[in-house]
């Protein structure tokens, strides 16, 4: 069975300020790793993923990510956050091969003050 | 492309009622899997379809069923509502030839 855990639950940060999501997963079978944003009252939008190949992943909105095997984590970052940039963030894992669920962490709010 | 789309987008039930909930993957995609949004639980699986064949199900009741239909569009059925069921339910799709799924803008369920 996989999980994920997202250590912070609400991160305040002021905008230009650099930011960085943390996330750790357990899984006793190889996985590919996402991170998706949900902005209020809408559904969720994938920003990167990590399917193999490089550790360092770039996504949208200047967005990336680091897997790291022997810390088992993928932490989520941005070097200059914008007051649009406030959202819900979710790591998610899913074990590899064609079927296989989601598992998403419980989420962390990233609120941008100007 | 056209992204994933569900139908409606807000629906208020009592408690007894049963709701139907529809999604419609993009174009290609014949993988729709669901999910439940609260703030208590967080996401959670509900099911995966493929080629109109349950393949994959999560830990709900019976309550909770689904389907798929050969245009790869999928149904969700949730029968004698509880206050409990009301959540955002969203729907994601996919191709075998990825391992993404694309989220839906889901549907906001208030059970009253």
């Known amino acids: 069975a996989q999980s994920v855990t997202q250590l912070d639950s609400q991160v305040p940060v002021f905008e230009e300020a650099p930011v960085e999501l943390r996330c750790n997963y357990s899984?006793?079978?190889?996985?590919?790793l996402f991170w998706y944003v949900q902005y209020p009252n809408q559904g969720l939008q994938l920003l990167l993923k990590y399917l193999s190949g490089s550790t360092l992943v770039k996504g949208i909105n200047g967005f990336e990510a680091e897997f790291n095997k022997s810390q088992t984590s993928f932490h989520l970052r941005k070097p200059s956050v914008h007051i649009s940039d406030t959202a819900e963030y979710f790591c998610a894992v899913r074990r590899r091969g064609s079927q296989g669920n989601l598992i998403f962490g419980k989420g962390t709010k990233l609120s941008v003050k100007p | 492309k056209a992204g994933v789309t569900q139908t409606p987008r807000y629906l208020i039930k009592t408690r007894g009622q049963q709701v139907t909930l529809s999604c419609s993957p993009i174009?290609?995609?014949?993988?729709v899997s669901w999910y439940q949004q609260t703030p208590g639980q967080g996401l959670q699986f509900l099911f995966e379809?493929?080629?109109?064949?349950?393949?994959n199900k999560g830990n709900f009741p019976g309550r909770f069923s689904g389907r798929q239909f050969s245009n790869s569009r999928s149904e969700m059925n949730v029968s004698t509502l509880e206050l409990g069921d009301s959540a955002l339910y969203l729907c994601a799709s996919r191709t075998e030839l990825t391992d993404t799924q694309y989220f839906g803008p889901g549907t906001r369920l208030t059970v009253l």
């Open positions: 174009s290609g995609h014949r993988s």
């Open positions: 899984s006793s079978v190889s996985v590919y």
């Open positions: 379809y493929f080629s109109e064949t349950q393949r």
